[in-house]
């Protein structure tokens, strides 16, 4: 018996019905405060079991608790959170980002309290996706580190307690969804602009290196580039700029594989060259893979 089943099967249950559903198709869950989401468990949903045994006795002390499910690796289930309050409703990106592929392998709809959806998808085997928000968007994501209350639990609203119910369910077959493909369509991150450092008339590369290392994401492959430039056009040997930088670039999270290849493409493009002589071509820092005009050597 997989979710879809039990989703099914618990639609007019018990909470305690439900929860051995749950338990008997080896999904973990756990107990959460009765008309609410908070865990009744001490270490919350890290203590979620599908052990009949234990669910048994949590249900015989809290009959009228709700399911809480870990979400990501320990469920084999990703959630995708469209929600709708005053500030805006997520469905509308949500549809958005439907048709452009990103949400075609839905397993199963779950209308939530506030109207909003719990949107089930398989998870990745062997590749954990952690949980984020996108709050401008209204859509979060519930993978690894995160869990979500499930059918037929109940909430209370102003409109009374409600419950979270099925909503649809998938007639053909289902796929995990990429969350940060996702992530990127619905709150595309703005690129962080790279501050260079104030290079000394001749450029040094363990002051280089430094800087390189402390780059963040987003920035580091433009950065390692930048320096990179710098340093062959002081006249030092390809080879001796990759082993002056490649430590500090690996420190800021760069792969080998995307370091040696950033490091050749400013050895390609910068030019070596006499301080004071005026050279003909170059390597833009704001641009790389870019040639620039005449500029003068440092020095």
């Given at each position: 018996?997989?979710?879809?089943?039990v989703?099914?099967?618990?639609a007019?249950s018990?909470?305690?019905s439900?929860?051995?559903?749950?338990a008997?198709?080896?999904?973990p869950?756990?107990?959460?405060?009765?008309?609410?989401?908070?865990p009744?468990?001490h270490?919350?949903?890290?203590e979620?079991?599908s052990?009949?045994g234990?669910?048994?006795?949590?249900?015989?002390r809290w009959?009228?608790?709700?399911?809480?499910?870990?979400t990501?690796?320990?469920?084999?289930l990703?959630v995708v959170?469209i929600?709708?309050?005053?500030?805006?409703?997520?469905?509308?990106l949500y549809?958005?980002?439907?048709a452009?592929g990103?949400?075609?392998?839905?397993?199963?709809?779950?209308r939530?309290?506030?109207r909003?959806?719990?949107?089930?998808?398989?998870?990745l085997?062997g590749?954990p996706?952690?949980?984020w928000q996108?709050?401008?968007?209204?859509?979060?994501?519930r993978?690894?580190?995160?869990?979500v209350?499930?059918p037929?639990s109940?909430l209370s609203?102003?409109k009374?307690?409600?419950?979270?119910r099925?909503?649809?369910l998938?007639?053909?077959?289902?796929?995990?969804v990429?969350?940060t493909?996702?992530?990127?369509?619905l709150?595309p991150?703005?690129?962080?602009?790279?501050?260079?450092?104030?290079v000394?008339?001749?450029p040094e590369p363990?002051?280089?290196?430094?800087?390189?290392?402390?780059l963040?994401e987003g920035e580091?492959?433009?950065?390692l580039?930048w320096a990179?430039c710098?340093?062959v056009?002081?006249?030092?040997a390809?080879?001796?700029?990759?082993a002056?930088?490649?430590?500090?670039?690996q420190t800021?999270g760069?792969p080998?594989?995307?370091?040696?290849s950033t490091?050749?493409?400013?050895?390609r493009?910068?030019?070596?060259?006499?301080?004071?002589?005026p050279?003909?071509?170059?390597?833009?820092?704001?641009a790389p893979?870019?040639?620039?005009?005449?500029?003068?050597?440092l020095?």
């Amino acid at each position: 018996m997989g979710i879809a089943d039990v989703l099914l099967e618990t639609a007019q249950s018990s909470a305690r019905s439900a929860a051995l559903s749950f338990a008997g198709a080896a999904i973990p869950i756990f107990p959460c405060a009765r008309d609410g989401k908070q865990p009744l468990t001490h270490a919350g949903f890290h203590e979620a079991s599908s052990d009949i045994g234990q669910v048994q006795s949590w249900w015989a002390r809290w009959p009228t608790a709700n399911i809480g499910m870990p979400t990501g690796s320990a469920s084999g289930l990703d959630v995708v959170d469209i929600d709708v309050t005053a500030a805006g409703s997520g469905f509308i990106l949500y549809e958005r980002a439907r048709a452009a592929g990103l949400v075609d392998g839905e397993l199963a709809r779950v209308r939530t309290p506030s109207r909003g959806m719990h949107v089930y998808f398989p998870a990745l085997a062997g590749r954990p996706q952690r949980c984020w928000q996108a709050a401008s968007a209204h859509i979060d994501f519930r993978g690894d580190g995160g869990y979500v209350v499930v059918p037929p639990s109940m909430l209370s609203t102003p409109k009374g307690r409600v419950s979270y119910r099925l909503d649809w369910l998938s007639a053909a077959g289902s796929k995990p969804v990429d969350a940060t493909a996702l992530r990127e369509f619905l709150a595309p991150r703005q690129p962080r602009a790279v501050t260079m450092p104030e290079v000394l008339a001749w450029p040094e590369p363990k002051r280089l290196a430094k800087w390189v290392s402390k780059l963040g994401e987003g920035e580091r492959n433009r950065g390692l580039f930048w320096a990179a430039c710098r340093l062959v056009e002081a006249g030092i040997a390809p080879a001796d700029v990759e082993a002056a930088l490649a430590p500090a670039a690996q420190t800021a999270g760069l792969p080998a594989k995307e370091i040696t290849s950033t490091i050749k493409s400013a050895s390609r493009q910068a030019t070596p060259c006499t301080p004071g002589v005026p050279k003909t071509q170059g390597c833009d820092p704001a641009a790389p893979g870019q040639r620039r005009g005449d500029a003068p050597c440092l020095g």
